[in-house]
T-cell receptor, first 114, second 114 residues
Framework: DSGVTQTPKHLITATGQRVTLRCSPR?????VYWYQQSLDQGLQFLIH???????AKGNILERFSAQQFPDLHSELNLSSLELGDSALYFC?????????????FGQGTRLTVV | AQSVTQLDSHVSVSEGTPVLLRCNYS??????LFWYVQHPNKGLQLLLK??????LVKGINGFEAEFKKSETSFHLTKPSAHMSDAAEYFC????????????FGAGTILRVKS
């Protein structure tokens, strides 16, 4: 158990809908990362928050947004969902802002858009 | 150039024989390198990490990797494969030029035959 908790584990929703994925980082970790894993794109970095502030953006669509709250949990919001958004979404946390430190991953949320 | 390249998408070995999963990286700065493992329908687990200390790094479950700067390689090895090693393995680089986030290779699926 990595100490990172993601909810829900599975999510099935229709195209055009909006969903929220939740992540609770390891106790004491200030950084939260979101990754998308799909068969065709592999593991893609989406966004990084550190202590409530956005630090880096990767291949994140405009329809997607995220935030990190004062208690350090994070939410990834996906809207106007398309079939191609079906993927495994991982959250990871680490104690530092970035750079040369490993991240600890949650079990992921499997999103299926039908 | 690709930041991290895993040279084999699939590797198949017999139980009890050595494992070699190859990884080459690209970085103008001193990188940190990691290997993660993902078992089917599971999250990502850190196997080992290199962060500019000893070039031979020992990880969990008998895995080790050697950082070779001259060859820009960080290959993962294990002397004797076990059935439970069957999984997907990701080589990961973190470096200033990539914004200090974790950049994942495409993954290598390891199959272990009995």
């Amino acid at each position: 158990d990595s100490g990172v908790t993601q909810t829900p584990k599975h999510l099935i929703t229709a195209t055009g809908q909006r969903v929220t994925l939740r992540c609770s980082p390891r106790s004491g970790d200030l950084s939260v990362y979101w990754y998308q894993q799909s068969l065709d794109q592999g593991l893609q970095f989406l966004i990084h928050y550190y202590n409530g502030e956005e630090r880096a953006k990767g291949n994140i669509l405009e329809r997607f947004s995220a935030q990190q709250f004062p208690d350090l949990h994070s939410e990834l919001n996906l809207s106007s969902l398309e079939l191609g958004d079906s993927a495994l979404y991982f959250c990871a946390s680490s104690p530092r802002e970035g750079g040369h430190t490993e991240a600890f991953f949650g079990q992921g949320t499997r999103l299926t858009v039908v | 150039a690709q930041s991290v390249t895993q040279l084999d998408s699939h590797v198949s070995v017999s139980e009890g024989t050595p494992v070699l999963l190859r990884c080459n990286y690209s970085s103008s700065y001193s990188p940190s390198l990691f290997w993660y493992v993902q078992h089917p329908n599971k999250g990502l687990q850190l196997l080992l990490k290199y962060t500019s200390a000893a070039t031979l790094v020992k990880g969990i479950n008998g895995f080790e990797a050697e950082f070779k700067k001259s060859e820009t390689s960080f290959h993962l090895t294990k002397p004797s494969a076990h059935m439970s090693d069957a999984a997907e393995y990701f080589c990961v680089v973190s470096s200033m030029e990539y914004g200090n986030k974790l950049v994942f290779g495409a993954g290598t699926i390891l199959r272990v035959k009995s």
